[in-house]
């Protein structure tokens, strides 16, 4: 059949893909061990499930209005305030089927043919591809590994030109878990406002962070960078809500208003059971974010001991989120069976086959001379999965 043209410059989601390969290879008998996932290995917490059986027994299972019910906006609108001192009205919100949607949303809103947004590299991998089905040509800009991977202001300058409509920014990062500083933020924030750029701050692991950092929200950092910045978040991975699809946005008016009407064409409003859980999850108690956090810390720590502990292995501490981004390029142009490791997919590839662990390769993230390991998977799997990776390593000659 004759497809659009633009499928052919996307590819299927890469992490989905792994976990699916994974699944298949258990599915098979292979034990797999996999630091693909991206989403928590913790239940949703008890109260917010209740919610939605409460939801469905009470027959909620309607069409809600489009941009969500106005209590979940509500209790975005408190946690705004309460977590992140910002004000927004209930028509600058609106509810979507899930974070990626919120930024599929974003671009479909905003974008003409032609018109750029800029995608720090690592980048999270539909980040491009959300661009480009939007008409619009994304302007990879990439990060350098001792800056932590995080952009800096001179690079951001060299990127923006007449036709940049957006820069998306990622704190804490997926895939590389760093987290920026209000002062590493700032003057990127403001250089998007002056040139009437808008910030597509995607901050969905913003509950995610270290090492006492503080998070800083970007529409925070002031008036005019409020005024040019569009705050993606959601439940998923706060609360360990994967499954149950729900995003928001708050930005704008008038593009919350546009992405309202997109939204009303296509999917409709977001799942009403979802969104009753999502209330219960962002106006109750906190208390297992917070350890399910702590959790992350330990598996963090873990994790980076045996990463240095690698010959040539090098890797920013990730300060946030649930990922680490290691840089296996020493092991690239190595050999096994006569078959050279040219690259992070090749590498990727081996692992899975000899080692038997499921990673991403970095170039689905933009950065080739790396590999992601996603941490969302229990200390006792970690351990195993890291002999298994040093174990495959050494089989490299
Ligand atoms: C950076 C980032 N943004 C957004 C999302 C979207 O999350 P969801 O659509 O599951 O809410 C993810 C999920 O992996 C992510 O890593």
């Known amino acids: 059949m004759k497809l659009c043209d633009k499928l052919q410059n996307i590819q299927p989601s890469p992490t989905l893909a792994v976990n699916a390969k994974a699944a298949e290879l258990r599915a098979q ?30 027959g909620f299972t309607r069409y809600t209005p489009v941009d969500g019910i106005p209590e979940l906006k509500k209790a975005i609108a408190d946690k705004f305030k309460r977590d992140n001192g910002l004000d927004y009205a209930l028509d600058e919100i609106i509810v979507n089927c899930g974070g990626k949607h919120s930024g599929y949303l974003v671009m479909q809103a905003l974008l003409n043919p032609g018109d750029e947004v800029i995608v720090p590299a690592p980048y999270w991998v539909s980040y491009p591809p959300m661009v480009i089905l939007a008409g619009g040509t994304p302007v990879i800009v990439p990060t350098r590994e001792e800056d932590e991977f995080k952009l800096n202001p001179a690079d951001l300058k060299a990127a923006i030109n007449s036709k940049t409509r957006a820069l998306i920014l990622n704190s804490p990062s997926n895939p590389t878990g760093s987290v920026y500083t209000a002062e590493e933020l700032k003057p990127l924030a403001e250089m998007c406002a002056e040139a009437g750029v808008l910030i597509v701050s995607d901050e969905i692991y913003e509950c995610m962070v270290f090492d006492g950092l503080k998070f800083t929200a970007t529409a925070s950092l002031s008036e005019k960078v409020f005024q040019h910045t569009v705050t993606l978040n959601g439940v998923s991975k706060t609360y360990a809500m994967t499954g149950w699809r729900i995003g928001y946005m708050a930005g704008p008016k008038d593009l919350i208003k546009a992405c309202n009407k997109i939204q009303s064409q296509s999917t409709s409003n977001p799942c009403s059971i979802s969104q009753k859980a999502a209330v219960a999850a962002l106006s109750g108690p906190q208390d297992e974010v917070g350890r399910m956090c702590a959790e992350f810390v330990k598996r963090r720590d873990y994790i980076m001991e045996r990463l240095l502990a690698i010959p040539q292995v090098t890797c920013p501490r990730p300060r946030g989120a649930f990922y680490a981004m290691p840089n296996f390029s020493a092991y690239f142009g190595k050999k096994v069976g006569g078959k050279v490791i040219n690259g992070s997919v090749d590498l990727s590839g081996f692992l899975l086959e000899e080692g038997h662990i499921a990673t991403v390769a970095g170039a689905a993230f933009g950065e080739d001379t790396c590999i992601r390991l996603s941490f969302a998977t229990s200390m006792e799997k970690i351990t195993e999965g890291l002999n298994r990776l040093e174990a495959a390593l050494k089989k490299l000659s």
């Open 29 to 58: 008998g292979a034990d797999i061990i996999s630091f693909g996932v991206g989403e928590p290995d913790f239940d949703t917490p008890a109260h917010v499930r209740q919610a939605g059986i409460d939801a469905i027994n009470q």
